[in-house]
């Protein structure tokens, strides 16, 4: 099991921005992974407690054993997952072992892991910032060696897993706006007025940055609400937030 950490790794993580389909990524992902001396991974993006309202909030690469993912799903682990519980309030990679478990449910999922190929972990967690609307990620890799040995070897290359975890959140957050803003069938122009109304920007402020009449903006929201199925622009607002069409 190599460490490779230099440039070359770090230009597969570049290479992800020109992934096209997940397909394509996952397997690139599992390359990197790999060649930094791991054997598996799963990446999960999700967004916060309070906006879990929202359809399809997790997204996966899944790189490890079928039947790990089998019992993940059946046992709904991810409803109490520690991983997620470090992940939110931290940012630091942290070694698999140094993990609070405090629950007979995430025992079992560790005991899991382990027996699937991660004796050894590695918890990174991605944030584009610590904001409780944000959508956040999670990668963990592991290998299948002893804790004294693997967590080690792991750890050492922390900074390039980082680096992974971020260019995968990237990568998440820029296909999941363009999901959305198909969606929601908005334009360019949407986005930027929803923009605007997020800084608190009104109608007559806005028409005088766009040199058009106060008329021609409330037409303009009045749309945009229409597209959203909401009464009130703020909450066009919330929803595109949620949604990673703006930040």
Known sequence: MGNTN????MDLIGDLADCATELEA???????????GAQWYVYTTLLPPDFNKINESFRFFVGCSDELCRLYNKRMWMMNDPFFEYARMNTAPIVGSK????????VELMKAGA???????????????MDANKRMGLLYVGCDLPEEVGEPLLLRSRVQFGALGMELLLWWNNRLRTEAMRKFSLLDTDVELLQLAKKGKVALEIAALYDIKVAAVYKKLNNIKEKFDVEK???AV???EAQGIIT
């Open 6 to 9: 230099g440039p070359d790794v």
């Open 115 to 129: 027996e699937h190929g991660f004796r050894s972990g590695l918890v990174v967690p991605t944030h584009t910032a």
């Open 26 to 36: 996952s397997v690139l992902v599992k390359d990197i992974v790999e060649a930094l």
């Open 238 to 240: 919330i929803e595109a």
């Open 233 to 235: 622009i703020e909450h």
């Open 99 to 106: 993990i609070k478990v405090q629950s007979e449910g995430q």
